[in-house]
């Protein structure tokens, strides 16, 4: 049974506007080996377009799953849920992975690049799965990577760019398609805390444009810088504060 902190939708809105996020009761079960492990316990939650949100909560609490399903890469088993106005949870892989593309811009705590590309071709990757010509594709790919700091870096590789670099190359990729989202999951988690307080001014630069930045964290200073923190514990939101 859905905890009663979630009877209400939480929301940012307060002028009646349409949410980018809008999950009402959503529900997500794992059968794992006999039984059933519940993920997500019938969460309400809407988020407006600009938010800046971090999501924290202790290990197996949801977070991870509850970023998931926002980020398209997983599907509620009870519920619904709504991006920029689309039902996501009623479509098929073909076009979850779509609306991935053109909606959503990740950025792992692993990085996930492509170790022998240069920093263009790594950025450009989503703009190649979204058919764009090879042109477009550079001069799209250039700007993001200058708009991270990286404009002197275009043809240096992973192994050649420190670990912030290769965060800053990760962010330059989740942007390059002007997606209405951008996820991070743990983004400081393999940095310094020198460097990681570097990437979340990045990150806080990027809210002050505009760009809607949902962080998944365990740190306290990583989220204190997002102007509201969700907490989860058991499938559950148990706190929303700005």
Do not use: W
């Amino acid at each position: 049974m859905a905890n009663p902190t979630n009877s209400a939708t939480h929301s940012a809105l307060g002028n009646g506007s349409t949410p980018l996020i809008s999950l009402r009761q959503v529900e997500r079960v794992y059968r794992m080996g006999g039984g059933e492990v519940q993920a997500l316990a019938g969460v309400d939650l809407e988020i407006a377009r600009g938010e800046y949100v971090a999501i924290m909560g202790p290990s197996g609490s949801g977070k991870s799953t509850l970023m998931n399903i926002v980020g398209c890469l997983d599907t509620p088993t009870g519920g619904t849920y709504e991006l920029a106005g689309t039902t996501v949870h009623e479509l098929d892989d073909d076009e979850l992975a779509g609306i991935r593309n053109r909606e959503i811009g990740f950025v792992f705590q692993s990085f996930n690049l492509l170790p022998r590309a240069d920093a263009v071709t790594n950025v450009a990757l989503p703009l190649l799965y979204a058919g764009l010509d090879r042109g477009v594709r550079q001069t799209r790919a250039e700007e993001a990577l200058r708009r991270v700091g990286l404009g002197d870096r275009l043809d240096h590789r992973p192994n050649e760019l420190s670990g912030g670099q290769c965060q800053r190359l990760a962010i330059a990729r989740a942007l390059v398609n002007e997606p209405s989202l951008v996820l991070a999951d743990e983004p400081t988690g393999n940095l310094d805390s020198v460097t990681s307080e570097e990437i979340i001014i990045l990150f806080d630069e990027l809210s002050r444009a505009g760009t809607t930045v949902i962080l998944v964290t365990h740190e306290d200073e990583v989220a204190d810088h997002a102007r509201r923190q969700i907490r989860l514990r058991d499938g559950n939101i148990v706190t929303d504060r700005s």
